[in-house]
């Protein structure tokens, strides 16, 4: 399956022929996910089509050409040429050729898709801030492939972040919602300001520490307060050697929250 994508059917369909340099009566079209308009962004969908060279006739000649083979005794010189040379080959390599050039062009294309939505994104939260009147700049760094921050900077740091971090959560969540409705679904975002979030998984593993310390003196468990799904990562992975306890999750978003027991 090859998948082009674009605004518009029609957009992605196009996309499809110029990456495979071929006209709409060459290739097969079929619709993997229609386009969808959203609201400010939050929402939208592209259109999926799955876009695939037709095989050409001649590919498929000659495995029906196969069956009906001259007796040897009447064309010997044909029969040792057949044995050698198996018929099918020519179809297989036909195949081959029309179908590789698709897989760079498809790359590129996820690659450059990949890079838009990244660029749009960091204007996406900086239009939002400005909405919060709040004044900030966004630094956009790529420290993978698949993982973009948004540092921001401002003279309203407080504010930003809001009480628990829950504005900044906020907008780190509409800014992964707006890169996964925009071709980067795979990409992982992370919002920070005045390295709030070193601070903040500082906070936590001692949060962790004390809680579990506690939980073994008293031997009941205890339930933390409801955090983002990250958070609750790094809640997990701060307890994840101690033999003592364990930890899960429990609840519903956005009121899931970790439960430290006893081991």
């Known amino acids: 399956m090859t998948i082009f994508t674009g605004k518009t059917e029609a957009a992605a369909i196009a996309a499809g022929l110029a990456a495979l340099n071929a006209t709409r009566e060459q290739v097969t ?46 064309n010997p010189k044909a029969a040792s040429s057949a044995s050698t040379t198996p018929r099918v080959e020519p179809a297989v390599a036909a195949t081959a050729t029309s179908e590789q050039p698709a897989h760079p062009a498809q790359s590129a294309q996820n690659s450059a898709q990949r890079q838009a ?7 996406y939260v900086a239009t ?13 760094q790529q420290p993978a492939r698949r993982q973009v921050r948004l540092v ?3 003279d309203k740091e407080g504010l930003l972040i809001g009480k628990h971090g829950r504005t900044i959560n906020a907008l780190q969540s509409l800014a992964q919602l707006f890169l996964n409705h925009h071709g980067a679904a795979h990409v992982i975002v992370e919002l920070d300001v005045a390295d709030y979030r070193e601070r903040r998984q ?31 990562k790094q809640i997990h992975a701060a307890l994840a050697k101690n033999r003592y306890v364990t930890t899960y999750s429990a609840g519903k978003e956005p009121h899931r929250a970790v439960v430290i027991e006893p081991a």
């Open 152 to 154: 921001l900077t401002t």
């Open 202 to 232: 500082a906070t936590l593993a001692r949060l962790a520490d004390n809680t579990a310390r506690e939980v073994v003196a008293s031997g009941k468990p205890i339930y933390l307060d409801p955090m983002p799904s990250f958070e609750r």
């Open 128 to 140: 939002i801030v400005d909405q919060l009147g709040i004044q900030a700049t966004v630094a956009v």
């Open 29 to 74: 079209v079929q619709v993997v996910t229609a386009a969808r308009k959203g609201w400010l962004g939050i929402g939208h969908r592209e259109a999926q089509i799955d876009v695939q060279l037709k095989v050409p006739a001649a590919a498929v000649a000659p495995t029906t050409s196969r069956a009906p083979q001259a007796p040897a005794s009447e």
């Open 117 to 123: 939505a990244i660029t749009a994104v960091a204007d």
